[in-house]
């Protein structure tokens, strides 16, 4: 099956500056890569996803970028703000296949004043 | 207003003490899942369903069972619950199939935090 691995675990930058987190599947059939994040105490929301036949997809300060050949894809958030502190989780899937997904680890993101 | 929910939000238990947690979507959506949250681990998938009687395993099923007898709901059982299932379990949904549009978003539940003694 399908095996997703996400780095790093734990993540502090300074507000204003950019944050990275990377994420690695196993599957190359995976076709479908969102990227959910859980403010403490709530539930997982979806922020962005990106489908394997595009590369890089933006949303405000919000890219994830995809290199299927590589199996990895990565979100980026610029010019990060305090209210960005929350864990991030990439999963991967087969969109339309039973919508089964597997999630990373995740990575716990600190914004610092 | 379109949304999971899921009963209790909270419950602590006794080993051995069946318990049922429950999961309901108001969204008619296809795709149910059971995922369960652990420090370090992330979200793992425990069973899922595509669609009324259709079941299927993730991949941390044992302990559990599920039934989808009606399309609104997807209840988790814990037949005899043991310390090793005290997690904060979240139930999914998402529209399994639509005509072009975007069909793979996963909706997540509030959450319930289950402590089994």
């Known amino acids: 099956g399908e095996n997703v691995e996400q780095h790093p675990s734990t993540l502090s930058v300074q507000e204003g500056d950019s944050a990275v987190i990377k994420c690695t599947y196993s599957?190359?059939?995976?076709?479908?890569f969102p990227w959910y994040k859980q403010e403490l105490g709530k539930r997982p929301q979806l922020i962005i996803d990106i489908r394997s036949n595009v590369g890089e997809k933006k949303d405000q300060r919000i890219a994830v970028t995809l290199n299927k050949t590589a199996k990895h894809f990565s979100l980026h958030i610029t010019e990060t703000q305090p209210e960005d502190s929350a864990v991030y989780f990439c999963a991967a899937g087969i969109t339309g296949g039973g919508n089964k997904l597997t999630f990373g680890t995740g990575t716990q993101l600190k914004v610092e004043l | 207003e379109a949304q999971v929910t899921q009963n209790p939000r909270y419950l602590i238990t006794v080993t051995g003490k069946k318990l049922t947690v429950t999961c309901s979507q108001n969204?008619?959506?296809?795709?149910m899942s059971w995922y369960r949250q652990d420090p370090g681990l992330g979200l793992r998938q425990i069973y899922y369903s595509m669609n009324v009687e259709v079941t299927d395993k993730g991949d941390v099923p044992e302990g559990y069972k599920v039934s989808r007898k009606e399309k609104r709901n997807f209840p988790l059982i814990l037949e005899s619950p043991s310390p090793n299932q005290t997690s904060l379990y979240f139930c999914a949904s998402s529209l399994f199939f639509s005509h072009g549009g975007s069909t793979d978003t996963q909706y997540f539940g509030p959450g319930t935090r289950l402590t089994v003694l």
């Open positions: 599957d190359s059939a995976s076709n479908y």
């Open positions: 969204m008619n959506h296809e795709y």
